[in-house]
Protein backbone atom coordinates (compact mmCIF):
# COMPACT_ATOMS: atom_id res chain seq x y z
CA UNK A 1 0.00 0.00 0.00
CA UNK A 2 3.37 2.15 0.33
CA UNK A 3 4.07 1.91 -2.85
CA UNK A 4 0.98 3.30 -4.21
CA UNK A 5 -0.52 5.84 -2.41
CA UNK A 6 1.66 9.13 -1.32
CA UNK A 7 2.32 8.78 2.53
CA UNK A 8 0.54 11.76 3.48
CA UNK A 9 -2.67 10.36 2.00
CA UNK A 10 -1.62 6.83 2.95
CA UNK A 11 -1.47 7.93 6.62
CA UNK A 12 -5.15 9.79 5.96
CA UNK A 13 -6.61 7.03 4.86
CA UNK A 14 -5.16 4.67 7.31
CA UNK A 15 -6.97 7.01 9.61
CA UNK A 16 -9.95 6.50 7.94
CA UNK A 17 -9.98 2.76 7.60
CA UNK A 18 -10.43 2.97 11.79
CA UNK A 19 -14.14 5.33 11.29
CA UNK A 20 -16.96 5.25 9.62
CA UNK A 21 -16.34 8.39 7.71
CA UNK A 22 -14.11 6.42 5.04
CA UNK A 23 -17.22 5.73 3.16
CA UNK A 24 -18.81 9.01 3.38
CA UNK A 25 -15.70 11.43 2.85
CA UNK A 26 -14.63 9.51 -0.10
CA UNK A 27 -18.01 9.15 -1.88
CA UNK A 28 -18.73 12.97 -1.50
CA UNK A 29 -14.98 13.55 -2.60
CA UNK A 30 -15.60 11.19 -5.93
CA UNK A 31 -18.62 12.84 -6.51
CA UNK A 32 -17.61 16.47 -6.04
CA UNK A 33 -14.65 15.32 -8.44
CA UNK A 34 -16.92 14.07 -11.25
CA UNK A 35 -18.85 17.34 -11.02
CA UNK A 36 -16.06 19.35 -11.63
CA UNK A 37 -14.86 17.13 -14.34
CA UNK A 38 -18.75 16.60 -15.96
CA UNK A 39 -18.68 20.61 -15.61
CA UNK A 40 -15.36 21.10 -17.62
CA UNK A 41 -16.66 18.87 -20.25
CA UNK A 42 -20.07 20.53 -20.89
CA UNK A 43 -22.15 17.81 -19.38
CA UNK A 44 -22.06 14.84 -21.46
CA UNK A 45 -23.47 11.81 -21.56
CA UNK A 46 -19.69 10.05 -21.09
CA UNK A 47 -19.03 12.09 -18.24
CA UNK A 48 -22.19 11.70 -15.74
CA UNK A 49 -21.10 12.51 -12.58
CA UNK A 50 -22.29 9.61 -11.13
CA UNK A 51 -20.97 7.26 -13.42
CA UNK A 52 -17.26 9.19 -12.98
CA UNK A 53 -17.81 8.79 -9.20
CA UNK A 54 -18.61 5.11 -9.21
CA UNK A 55 -15.52 4.17 -11.32
CA UNK A 56 -13.57 6.77 -9.04
CA UNK A 57 -14.55 4.91 -6.00
CA UNK A 58 -14.07 1.17 -7.50
CA UNK A 59 -10.62 2.49 -8.45
CA UNK A 60 -10.15 4.06 -4.76
CA UNK A 61 -11.40 0.57 -3.11
CA UNK A 62 -8.87 -1.66 -5.60
CA UNK A 63 -5.93 0.37 -5.41
CA UNK A 64 -5.71 0.72 -1.37
CA UNK A 65 -7.45 -3.28 -1.22
CA UNK A 66 -10.23 -1.34 0.98
CA UNK A 67 -13.13 -4.08 1.30
CA UNK A 68 -16.74 -2.89 0.51
CA UNK A 69 -17.69 -3.29 4.01
CA UNK A 70 -15.52 -1.01 5.43
CA UNK A 71 -16.59 1.05 2.67
CA UNK A 72 -20.12 0.64 3.15
CA UNK A 73 -19.76 1.04 6.86
CA UNK A 74 -19.72 4.84 6.26
CA UNK A 75 -21.97 4.93 2.44
CA UNK A 76 -24.44 3.76 4.26
CA UNK A 77 -25.68 7.11 5.29
CA UNK A 78 -25.79 8.52 1.63
CA UNK A 79 -27.31 5.17 0.37
CA UNK A 80 -30.12 6.35 3.28
CA UNK A 81 -30.42 9.33 1.01
CA UNK A 82 -31.47 7.53 -2.34
CA UNK A 83 -34.73 7.11 -1.44
CA UNK A 84 -35.56 10.84 0.02
CA UNK A 85 -33.54 11.39 -3.26
CA UNK A 86 -36.04 9.79 -5.62
CA UNK A 87 -39.33 11.31 -4.05
CA UNK A 88 -37.82 14.83 -4.28
CA UNK A 89 -38.13 13.98 -8.67
CA UNK A 90 -41.75 14.80 -7.43
CA UNK A 91 -41.18 18.21 -7.52
CA UNK A 92 -40.75 18.76 -11.36
CA UNK A 93 -43.14 16.43 -12.03
CA UNK A 94 -45.29 18.68 -10.04
CA UNK A 95 -43.87 21.95 -12.12
CA UNK A 96 -45.38 19.94 -15.43
CA UNK A 97 -48.60 18.10 -14.06
CA UNK A 98 -50.61 19.43 -16.57
CA UNK A 99 -48.76 18.49 -19.27
CA UNK A 100 -48.58 14.76 -17.22
CA UNK A 101 -52.32 14.63 -16.76
CA UNK A 102 -52.81 15.88 -20.59
CA UNK A 103 -50.92 12.83 -21.67
CA UNK A 104 -51.49 9.86 -19.38
CA UNK A 105 -52.80 6.99 -21.32
CA UNK A 106 -49.79 7.33 -23.78
CA UNK A 107 -47.70 7.74 -20.98
CA UNK A 108 -49.41 4.45 -19.49
CA UNK A 109 -48.95 2.04 -22.64
CA UNK A 110 -45.52 3.22 -23.43
CA UNK A 111 -44.50 2.74 -20.09
CA UNK A 112 -46.44 -0.64 -19.77
CA UNK A 113 -44.35 -1.37 -23.46
CA UNK A 114 -41.03 -0.15 -22.15
CA UNK A 115 -41.47 -2.39 -19.06
CA UNK A 116 -42.48 -5.88 -20.37
CA UNK A 117 -39.76 -5.34 -22.89
CA UNK A 118 -37.04 -4.55 -20.39
CA UNK A 119 -37.59 -7.13 -18.10
CA UNK A 120 -38.51 -10.22 -20.77
CA UNK A 121 -35.71 -9.78 -23.59
CA UNK A 122 -33.18 -9.60 -20.02
CA UNK A 123 -34.54 -12.63 -18.77
CA UNK A 124 -34.86 -14.18 -22.31
CA UNK A 125 -31.32 -13.41 -23.46
CA UNK A 126 -29.84 -14.82 -19.96
CA UNK A 127 -31.75 -17.75 -20.02
CA UNK A 128 -31.37 -18.72 -23.49
CA UNK A 129 -27.61 -18.05 -22.88
CA UNK A 130 -27.58 -20.93 -19.94
CA UNK A 131 -27.53 -18.70 -16.53
CA UNK A 132 -29.14 -20.42 -14.03
CA UNK A 133 -32.51 -19.62 -12.50
CA UNK A 134 -31.08 -17.20 -9.97
CA UNK A 135 -28.80 -15.09 -12.46
CA UNK A 136 -32.45 -14.99 -14.94
CA UNK A 137 -35.05 -13.68 -11.98
CA UNK A 138 -32.01 -11.39 -10.45
CA UNK A 139 -31.78 -9.71 -14.20
CA UNK A 140 -35.95 -9.11 -14.17
CA UNK A 141 -36.42 -5.64 -12.45
CA UNK A 142 -32.92 -4.39 -14.07
CA UNK A 143 -34.84 -1.30 -15.25
CA UNK A 144 -35.92 -0.20 -11.85
CA UNK A 145 -34.69 1.84 -8.89
CA UNK A 146 -32.59 -0.20 -6.53
CA UNK A 147 -34.65 -0.62 -3.52
CA UNK A 148 -37.77 -1.58 -5.89
CA UNK A 149 -35.36 -3.98 -7.89
CA UNK A 150 -33.33 -5.72 -4.82
CA UNK A 151 -36.79 -6.39 -2.95
CA UNK A 152 -39.00 -7.72 -6.23
CA UNK A 153 -35.74 -10.15 -6.72
CA UNK A 154 -35.84 -11.63 -2.97
CA UNK A 155 -39.03 -12.03 -3.48
CA UNK A 156 -38.73 -13.90 -6.30
CA UNK A 157 -36.01 -16.13 -5.34
CA UNK A 158 -33.24 -14.31 -7.29
CA UNK A 159 -29.96 -12.41 -5.27
CA UNK A 160 -30.48 -8.79 -4.44
CA UNK A 161 -26.86 -8.01 -4.70
CA UNK A 162 -26.04 -8.98 -7.92
CA UNK A 163 -29.72 -7.36 -8.98
CA UNK A 164 -28.29 -3.87 -7.44
CA UNK A 165 -25.25 -4.57 -9.57
CA UNK A 166 -27.25 -5.31 -12.44
CA UNK A 167 -29.60 -1.95 -11.97
CA UNK A 168 -26.17 0.35 -11.52
CA UNK A 169 -24.76 -1.05 -14.42
CA UNK A 170 -28.21 -0.51 -17.27
CA UNK A 171 -28.43 2.85 -15.57
CA UNK A 172 -24.74 3.81 -16.58
CA UNK A 173 -25.08 1.98 -19.66
CA UNK A 174 -28.58 4.00 -20.61
CA UNK A 175 -26.64 7.36 -19.35
CA UNK A 176 -23.86 7.01 -22.10
CA UNK A 177 -26.33 5.54 -25.06
CA UNK A 178 -29.44 7.74 -24.37
CA UNK A 179 -28.28 10.55 -26.28
CA UNK A 180 -26.84 8.77 -29.30
CA UNK A 181 -29.95 7.07 -29.34
CA UNK A 182 -32.44 10.09 -29.45
CA UNK A 183 -30.15 11.55 -32.55
CA UNK A 184 -30.44 7.99 -34.16
CA UNK A 185 -34.03 7.98 -33.82
CA UNK A 186 -34.74 11.49 -34.40
CA UNK A 187 -36.39 11.55 -30.89
CA UNK A 188 -36.46 15.62 -30.20
CA UNK A 189 -39.31 15.58 -27.53
CA UNK A 190 -38.34 16.36 -24.08
CA UNK A 191 -40.80 14.11 -22.93
CA UNK A 192 -40.40 11.08 -24.51
CA UNK A 193 -36.68 11.43 -23.94
CA UNK A 194 -37.61 11.30 -19.99
CA UNK A 195 -39.73 9.06 -20.34
CA UNK A 196 -38.02 6.84 -21.96
CA UNK A 197 -34.43 7.48 -20.02
CA UNK A 198 -36.64 6.76 -16.67
CA UNK A 199 -37.90 3.57 -17.91
CA UNK A 200 -35.15 1.82 -19.51
CA UNK A 201 -32.00 3.38 -16.94
CA UNK A 202 -33.61 4.65 -14.14
CA UNK A 203 -32.64 7.39 -11.53
CA UNK A 204 -29.30 7.60 -13.08
CA UNK A 205 -30.68 8.34 -16.65
CA UNK A 206 -32.66 10.37 -15.08
CA UNK A 207 -30.17 12.59 -13.14
CA UNK A 208 -28.74 13.24 -16.30
CA UNK A 209 -31.55 14.37 -18.12
CA UNK A 210 -32.69 16.50 -15.29
CA UNK A 211 -29.42 18.55 -15.88
CA UNK A 212 -30.56 18.99 -19.56
CA UNK A 213 -34.00 19.92 -19.47
CA UNK A 214 -36.16 19.80 -16.54
CA UNK A 215 -39.38 18.39 -18.06
CA UNK A 216 -37.14 15.70 -19.25
CA UNK A 217 -35.95 15.19 -15.78
CA UNK A 218 -39.85 15.54 -14.59
CA UNK A 219 -40.87 13.09 -16.74
CA UNK A 220 -38.00 10.70 -16.10
CA UNK A 221 -39.40 11.18 -12.24
CA UNK A 222 -42.47 9.83 -13.61
CA UNK A 223 -41.21 6.93 -15.20
CA UNK A 224 -39.21 5.69 -12.31
CA UNK A 225 -42.15 5.33 -10.00
CA UNK A 226 -44.94 3.90 -12.66
CA UNK A 227 -41.87 1.37 -14.05
CA UNK A 228 -41.37 0.46 -10.30
CA UNK A 229 -45.04 -0.38 -9.73
CA UNK A 230 -45.46 -1.88 -13.25
CA UNK A 231 -42.48 -4.34 -13.25
CA UNK A 232 -43.19 -5.29 -9.43
CA UNK A 233 -46.70 -6.34 -10.80
CA UNK A 234 -45.64 -8.16 -14.47
CA UNK A 235 -42.68 -10.17 -12.85
CA UNK A 236 -43.91 -12.42 -10.83
CA UNK A 237 -46.39 -13.14 -13.57
CA UNK A 238 -43.78 -13.57 -16.56
CA UNK A 239 -41.60 -15.76 -14.21
CA UNK A 240 -44.62 -18.16 -13.59
CA UNK A 241 -45.48 -18.05 -17.49
CA UNK A 242 -42.37 -18.80 -18.86
CA UNK A 243 -41.29 -21.56 -15.91
CA UNK A 244 -38.31 -20.06 -14.26
Not at 209 to 229: D, K, S, Y
Request: glycine letters at 10%; hydrophobic letters at 55%; charged letters at 5%.
Amino acid sequence: MHSLLPLPFFHVWVYLQTQPLLGLAVTLCAWELACFLDGRAGHKALTNPTVLAVLMLVAALLVTGTSYQTYFTGAVYIHFLLGPATVALAVPMYANWPAIRRNFVPILVSLGAGSLVAALSAMLIAHLLGAPRDIVVSLGPKSVTTPIAMGVAQELGGIPALTAVFVIITGMVGTLICGPLYKMAQVKDWQAQGLAAGTAAHGIATSHMIRLNETAGAFGGLAIGLNGVVTALILPVLVAILGF
